[in-house]
């Protein structure tokens, strides 16, 4: 492999060498100049860099290779903290993570309708962050993650009841003084499940996202594909049933109109006394409601079976076309959608793409589901600031605090 010079390390190249200690660590520096095919002075001097900012440490430990010993390098775990907070219907979910994505702390909070948001998401942030004792110069940002779309360059949320036009991230970067990001639920979760896992950026990474509506996101050279917008991967709003129901994006049929937990509790209720006999109330929350018929057909109620069983068949039908659109290697199903009969949506997908892809001939898409999936867009948005802290040039960076 032919050798870059060292005037092209920059945020990319720095981007690289994070991802590659991330992915493969420990790792030596001999083994960073033949994976990237970057000079040996430009490896020593971006992991002299990372050294001084605390990103990398070395372990201690070396390996003889019958020359002088390789010191290994691995990500400091400690060296930066990523918040995320997913607003929910009716909750908020803030979630703390180390460099390397383990969970270091979690609350969930109800949303409280008589008290402004920025409050309630400042007073969450303080909380947490307080009662885990973390100094402020460790955080390395907030990234508030909710269902889109989402303006992220003004840091707004367009659809979400309650939040109308407030520029979120001018608002939580002014009261709280630290990085804030805002974007979506799907975006986030896909950047976290491929941070958190330790995937190599040589996979075509997807991640299909299901709490109220369904979504999805790619990760590609580890870098997550946003589109013009920031607003990729709406996978939920393809059309499954041509001249379908009207969706609130515009569009007929959408496969979140059939497929989502919304669709299947509505179709709950009217099968004659199903609703009764599973213990679904009229006034329960949708996300109860689909638990409560998850669980029972994960244990054989052959009639909520059915519904999610229908819903499965769709999701994989959404899962194939974003399979072959991006040519997927690897697929991980997130989002509090799947907490409870995961298993009946993996095992159908899995199915699916095995069977139906265009490449399958030539490699298979590991379906996986997420090892946390009512807490993945929470995780994700912690790592999608520590993404952009300690490996910039992966996307759009968190906003300093406003004056």
Request: hydrophobic residues 45%; charged residues 20%.
């Amino acid at each position: 492999m032919a050798r870059r010079e060292s005037a092209a390390a920059g945020p990319g190249s720095r981007a690289l060498i994070v991802d590659l200690i991330r992915s493969s660590g420990p790792i030596s520096r001999v083994e960073l100049v033949e994976a990237t095919g970057l000079t040996q002075p430009t490896i020593s001097n971006i992991v002299r860099r990372l050294l001084d900012d605390g990103v990398v440490r070395e372990t201690g430990d070396t390996v003889a290779t019958g020359g002088k010993p390789r010191t290994m390098l691995v990500i400091n775990s400690r060296s930066a903290y990523g918040i995320g907070i997913r607003v929910g219907a009716d909750t908020l979910t803030c979630v703390v993570t180390d460099t390397r994505g383990g969970t270091i702390g979690r609350e969930l909070v109800a949303v409280s309708p008589t008290e402004d948001v920025v409050t309630q998401l400042s007073d969450l942030y303080l909380h947490v962050t307080g009662g885990l004792g973390l100094a402020p110069q460790s955080v390395a940002g907030l990234a508030v993650v909710a269902q889109g779309p989402v303006d992220v360059a003004r840091g707004r949320f367009l659809a979400l009841p309650g939040f109308g036009h407030l520029d979120l991230r001018r608002a939580l970067s002014a009261r709280l003084g630290v990085p804030v990001l805002v974007d979506g639920d799907a975006s986030a979760a896909a950047v976290g499940e491929f941070w958190g896992r330790q995937v190599s950026r040589d996979r075509t990474f997807g991640c299909l996202y299901m709490n109220s509506g369904i979504s999805s996101g790619v990760v590609l050279d580890g870098a997550l594909q946003r589109g013009a917008s920031s607003n990729a991967g709406e996978i939920g709003h393809v059309s499954v049933v041509r001249d379908g129901d009207p969706c609130r994006c515009g569009n007929r049929g959408c496969l979140e109109l059939y497929a989502a937990p919304a669709a299947l509790v509505s179709r709950a209720r009217t099968i004659a006394g199903l609703a009764d006999r599973l213990g679904i109330r009229p006034n329960d929350p949708v996300a109860r409601a689909f638990d409560v018929l998850a669980r029972a057909a994960i244990y054989g109620d052959e009639q909520a079976r059915v519904l999610v069983e229908e819903s499965a068949a769709l999701l994989a039908d959404g899962a194939l076309t974003l399979a072959n659109l991006w040519d997927l290697d690897t697929l991980v199903l997130a989002g509090p959608g799947f907490a409870v009969a995961g298993s009946l949506y993996v095992s159908e997908i899995r199915r699916r793409l095995g069977e139906r892809t265009f490449s399958r001939r030539i490699h298979a898409v590991q379906v996986d589901l997420s090892s946390n999936p009512r807490d993945s867009a929470a995780i994700g948005g912690a790592a999608l600031v520590l993404q952009g802290s300690v490996a910039p040039g992966h996307g759009p960076q968190v906003a300093a605090p406003q004056p």
